[in-house]
Nanobody
Framework: EVQLVESGGGSVQAGGSLSVSCAASSVIFRTYCMGWARQVPGKEREVVATLYAGGRFSYYADSVKGRFTISGDNAKNSHYLQMNNLTSEDTAVYYC??????????????????????WGQGTQVTVSS
């Protein structure tokens, strides 16, 4: 059974930085699409960044491009999200997500939150202005 455990997050003032980490069990990192999604109450979940093939390929939502960086560690079956220049609009619960996938699947589905079938418990990120 795939398990995803997030850590990190917290509170910061606008313009600051935070990071979140995800440790995955029962996952062959190179054959999974891994990433991060976030949700604000009352809004749909948004995929913000993803990896494929152990980090060889990445995707970023336009809302975070240039500010967030996703990375992976194959040996640890873990991936990370570094978030810089945070704004109040980044306040959300951040979820680690994963799905066994092919390159074709990744290209077509990577930005769609409903496609990911494994989710962590979520960690809160709060940015105050």
């Amino acid at each position: 059974e795939v398990q995803l455990v997030e850590s990190g997050g917290g509170s910061v003032q606008a313009g600051g930085s935070l990071s979140v980490s995800c440790a995955a069990s029962s996952v062959i990192f190179r054959t999974y699409c891994m990433g991060w999604a976030r949700q604000v109450p009352g809004k749909e979940r948004e995929v913000v960044a993803t990896l494929y093939a152990g980090g060889r390929f990445s995707y970023y939502a336009d809302s975070v491009k240039g500010r967030f960086t996703i990375s992976g560690d194959n040996a640890k079956n873990s991936h990370y999200l570094q978030m810089n220049n945070l704004t109040s609009e980044d306040t959300a619960v951040y979820y680690c997500v994963a799905k066994s996938c092919s390159w074709t699947d990744y290209q077509r589905e990577r930005g769609r939150s409903q496609w990911y079938d494994h989710w962590g418990q979520g960690t809160q990120v709060t940015v105050s202005s």
